[in-house]
């Protein structure tokens, strides 16, 4: 696919030197925060200056982490590789070292800054789980501030139409996708309304806002999120903490991956074309702009409604799509 369709995904470095948002002092729990689009966000709030714990299920999550905690810094005294994307795919890298501005304190002409990620490994599902980290959480790092929740599983079938989705393959994907984040909401948000101060913020999907076919019981958890955010949206309001949903279009991860894997599955033997084949006449079909999403793109959204800068903005979901769903 064309680069110079609509413009060009960008790449942490590039988010982090654009956007320069203040979160100094923040303390910052990130769900699905080892991989993808979580990650590239945990890193990008840690550079901005968050005290970061991941939660997430992989089990080398402390050493995910601490290689995130690494980037953060890197990307803070303009080091970072020139391919950072944030785990996402296409995204442009730099052509030259970014020079950047003023700087909190200086080492041999460039900002440093101690940048903090931690991982705790838990399944969002487990409510026993979920408490204790929150706990863990608050002693190590202080009481919690943001609440990035990006973790999330699709079905692994395939609909069209949606009958060849076992009922039971909704269980896992509704656990997962939409008791988690009530589970991780309902453990973190009390505490901010007591403080009256914080920010929330969902990962939903393109997928929820249209009814996708491709996987019936990962597009109705992902309605169900944003409607679960529009209500805590409003009884959190009054008490200072806003809620927001981003819904990001096409992201090269290991979920959107997942989905092609479904979808091969169910084609005649050898008649399947590859992940990047079936993901491009995707995206030329319903991206506007034509190309993926960055994970470092949806990353700058979620850190932008985490941050002051949209201190009166809550109830609402952005898209970062290319334009596949406008609103
Ligand atoms: N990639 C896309 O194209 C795309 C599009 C729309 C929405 N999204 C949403 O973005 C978010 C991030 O997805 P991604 O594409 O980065 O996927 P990903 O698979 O790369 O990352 C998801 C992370 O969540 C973790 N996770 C899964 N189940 C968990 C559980 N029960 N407890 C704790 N952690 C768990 C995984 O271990 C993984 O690290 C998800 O909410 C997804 O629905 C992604």
Redesign the pocket.
């Known amino acids: 696919m064309s680069k110079a369709a609509g413009g060009a995904a960008i790449g942490l470095r590039e988010v982090y030197a654009r956007c320069r948002l203040d979160m100094q002092g923040r303390v910052a729990v990130v769900?699905?925060?080892?991989?993808?689009?979580?990650r590239a966000t945990a890193t990008l709030l840690a550079a901005f200056g968050a005290r970061v714990a991941v939660?997430?299920?992989?089990e080398d999550v402390a050493a995910r982490a601490s290689a995130m905690a690494a980037e953060a810094a890197g990307l803070v005294s303009g080091e970072a590789e020139a391919d950072t994307t944030g785990?996402g795919a296409d995204a442009r890298p730099m052509r030259e070292p970014l020079r950047l501005g003023a700087a909190d304190s200086t080492v041999g002409g460039a900002e440093a800054r101690a940048t903090e990620v931690i991982g705790m490994r838990?399944?969002?599902?487990d409510e026993e789980a979920v408490g204790a980290a929150a706990e863990a959480v608050a002693t190590r790092l202080g009481p919690v501030d943001v609440c990035v929740h990006?973790?999330?599983?699709g079905s692994g079938h395939y609909g069209f139409p949606f009958w060849n989705v076992p009922p039971s393959a909704w269980r896992r994907v509704l656990d997962?996708?939409v008791l988690?984040a009530v589970n991780v909401a309902t453990v973190l948000a009390p505490a901010m309304a007591e403080r009256r101060r914080g920010a929330l913020v969902f990962?939903?999907?393109?997928?929820g806002l249209i009814g996708s076919q491709t996987d019936p019981p990962?597009s109705a958890a992902?309605a169900a999120i944003r409607n679960f955010a529009h209500c805590m949206a409003k009884d959190l309001a009054p008490l200072g903490v806003r809620v927001n949903v981003v819904?990001?279009?096409?992201?090269?991860?290991?979920?959107?991956r997942s989905v092609w894997e479904a979808w091969a599955r169910r084609q005649p033997e050898g008649s399947a074309v590859d992940y990047d084949t079936w993901a491009e006449q995707k995206i030329r079909t319903v991206v506007p702009q034509g190309r993926w999403q960055s994970?470092a793109d949806?990353a700058a959204a979620i850190a932008f409604l985490c941050s002051d800068a949209a201190a009166s903005i809550t109830g609402q979901t952005l898209n970062v799509d290319g334009g596949y769903v406008m609103t």
Do not use: Q
């Open positions: 769900t699905g925060g080892a991989r993808g689009i979580g939660w997430d299920l992989v785990g838990l399944d969002v599902t990006a973790a999330a599983v997962v996708d988690g990962v939903g999907s393109v997928a990962y992902k819904c990001p279009g096409m992201v090269r991860t290991d979920l959107n994970a949806v």
